[in-house]
């Protein structure tokens, strides 16, 4: 279990958060293979080294090809970032991507209830 993270690891959590989120949609949905991405969490490392980013992706079915097509632009995304965050951070964090799977886990338990 993560313990809990620091004010300063929330707000730059937040702010990576709100940064990722507006590079990804000025890309387009051409970009990420017709498929809207949602940044639904950033973790920062205490050293602030590290960043943790949780995407989810719709429709689901399209979420190993857009995994893909981040995961081969991470180099491009984190630039970007340090473009738009570099006069806050010393150092731009290290973006680790993790597919956040809860609002299929969501629409599995409501179909589970409708049965």
């Known amino acids: 279990m993560d313990k809990p993270q620091s004010t300063r690891q929330l707000k730059v ?3 990576i958060q ?3 989120a507006e590079i990804i949609r000025s890309k387009g949905m051409a970009w990420a293979d017709g498929a809207m991405v ?3 969490e950033v973790r920062v490392s205490p050293d602030l080294s590290v960043a943790k980013v949780y995407v ?3 429709p689901s079915g399209k979420q190993e090809s857009v995994m893909g097509i981040l995961s081969e632009n ?3 995304l984190r630039g970007e970032l340090g473009a738009k965050v570099g006069k806050q951070l010393r150092i ?3 973006l680790v991507l993790y597919l956040d799977t809860s609002l299929d886990y969501a629409a599995h338990i ?3 209830l409708k049965q």
């Open 18 to 20: 709100k940064e990722l």
């Open 92 to 94: 731009v964090p290290e």
């Open 38 to 40: 949602t940044v639904s």
């Open 110 to 112: 409501d179909q589970l």
């Open 56 to 58: 989810s992706i719709f």
């Open 74 to 76: 991470l180099r491009s």
């Open 13 to 15: 959590g937040r702010e």
